[in-house]
């Protein structure tokens, strides 16, 4: 009852398809529009053109950090890393064996006061370019919210299998 009969439904035969006509999308035009020349960029009309400063002198920056790709042999903290933050990061990487992490120390500005204390960072390797602030006070939790993450463990499993399948063939 509720199936229709195909011999009697409409269809396009190929001399249709023939007469057909398909006609190219329009190419955009090279020349500005009209509100393109009334623009501004940056509350800056195209016609004034911003005063340069001078240029800054590039001063070499000396990072000590670590490698954001850490290999399973190098530790998980830098030895200046307090201990909170060892003791804290040891018994994450024994709740989560599989997740590769490590604690950074955060580059201090050049204008910096000597002396100052070192702000840290966590770097997760399975989800590039997230850095993590510790916390609250001299916790983990953040961060071990981010491990418990649905997509973090998807990276982790991802990279565990890669693995595996990587050494059935060696």
């Not at 006609?23 to 005063?51: C, F, Q, V, Y």
């Not at 910096?112 to 399975?126: N, Q, S």
Request: with cysteine; aromatic share 4%; glycine share 4%.
């Amino acid at each position: 009852m509720g199936s229709k009969n195909r011999a009697n439904s409409p269809t396009l035969s190929d001399s249709s398809l023939d007469s057909l006509k398909i006609e190219p999308a329009p190419t955009p035009s090279p020349r500005p529009t009209p509100l393109a020349k009334h623009a501004k960029l940056n509350g800056i009309s195209p016609t004034k053109t911003p005063a340069r400063a001078s240029p800054r002198p590039v001063t070499p920056r000396t990072n000590n950090a670590p490698q954001l790709r850490r290999s399973p042999n190098k530790p998980l903290y830098p030895p200046n890393a307090p201990a909170w933050i060892r003791t804290c990061l040891e018994t994450l990487k024994a709740e989560h064996p599989h997740d590769d992490f490590f604690a950074l120390p955060r580059p201090v500005p050049p204008n910096a006061p000597t002396g100052a204390p070192l702000e840290w960072r966590l770097k997760c390797v399975d989800c590039p370019g997230k850095l993590y602030t510790p916390g609250p006070e001299e916790s983990l939790q953040n961060f071990e919210v981010h491990l418990k993450n649905r997509m973090h463990r998807g990276n982790v499993n991802k990279r565990i299998q890669n693995q595996s399948s990587s050494q059935r063939r060696s």
